[in-house]
């Protein structure tokens, strides 16, 4: 209960944040987009990573709450930069959902909102959600899906490979991308099954017109094997850390 209060006075007071990542396209090694990954200051115990608060925001239901602030707060950044550079115009902003979040009957109104709030056409958000929360209600999330994918909203499929999707149900999910989870590309080099695994998720994106993107890329090997796997997109910490907005601003104005 205190970290819920906590949580709810960090909100209030300004102690959370959102740190940007980009995500790069290979080939050019262009910036495509940013995922945006919130962060919280807590005042006494310091930095508390969202594997640890993330699921303490879903038990006590202040997930809607944090969500919904990570999203405008996300999508204002991406408005502010688009106000500052035409180089940021094409830019795609991509914000975890919640299996709590994605369940809500007011979700397609809070996306709609925070877009036409700062002047954002649909293209500019990505929404991930992960392979677990598609799989709890398989049916329901097509559903959800195709709602918002009328609306122009695109989705990830996020830690893809740690759920249990069928091919049959992969092939009816309106969906956009498939995120390669970072386990599989950390182990892609010791580990030949990784590789194998990898190899058959991105073929398999491929045959769907799925795009992939892997994340947790850190080694210039894992990067090398997934040119050569013809792996679209990349994101980790080889190329970039999550950054603050400031930061990330600079770095879109570096790349022409
Ligand atoms: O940033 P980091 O690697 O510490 O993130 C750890 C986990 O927390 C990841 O699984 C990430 O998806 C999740 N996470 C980070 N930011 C958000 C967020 O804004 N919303 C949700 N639902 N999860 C997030
Ligand atoms: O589960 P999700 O994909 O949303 O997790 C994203 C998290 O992964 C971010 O919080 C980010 O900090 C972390 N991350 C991004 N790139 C790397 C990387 O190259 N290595 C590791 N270990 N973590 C990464
Ligand atoms: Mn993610
Ligand atoms: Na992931």
């Not at 909100?11 to 995500?23: K, N, S, T």
């Not at 707060?73 to 094409?90: N, V």
């Not at 709890?136 to 893809?160: H, T, V, Y």
């Not at 030949?192 to 990898?198: A, F, R, S």
Request: charged fraction near 25%.
């Amino acid at each position: 209960l205190t970290m819920e209060n906590d949580m709810r006075h960090g909100l209030e007071e300004g102690d959370f944040h959102v740190a940007y990542q980009p995500i790069m396209q290979l080939g050019g090694s262009d910036i495509i987009g940013f995922e945006a990954l919130a962060r919280w200051k807590h005042p006494d115990r310091g930095n508390i990573p969202p594997a640890e608060f993330i699921p303490m925001a879903e038990e006590s239901g202040l997930i809607s709450q944090i969500g919904k602030w990570i999203l405008f707060e996300s999508l204002r950044t991406l408005a502010q930069w688009q106000k500052q550079t035409p180089d940021a115009k094409g830019l795609f902003m991509s914000v975890n959902l919640s299996s709590k979040q994605f369940a809500r009957i007011d979700l397609d109104s809070m996306i709609l909102n925070a877009l036409t709030e700062q002047g954002l056409s649909p293209d500019s958000l990505k929404l991930e959600i992960t392979e677990s929360a598609i799989m709890e209600n398989p049916e329901s999330a097509i559903r959800i899906l195709n709602r918002l994918r009328a609306k122009g909203i695109r989705f990830s499929i996020d830690d893809f490979g740690t759920g249990y999707s069928s091919l049959s149900q992969l092939q009816q999910l309106p969906v956009d991308t498939l995120k390669v989870d970072r386990s599989f590309i950390s182990r892609m080099k010791t580990d030949p099954e990784n590789m194998e695994i990898v190899k058959a998720v991105i073929a398999l994106a491929h045959s769907l017109d799925l795009s992939v993107i892997a994340e947790g890329v850190e080694k210039p090997d894992q990067l090398h094997s997934l040119m050569q796997l013809k792996c679209e997109c990349v994101q980790g910490f080889y190329f970039h850390e999550p950054m603050s907005s400031e930061n990330a601003l600079e770095l879109v104005l570096r790349r022409t």
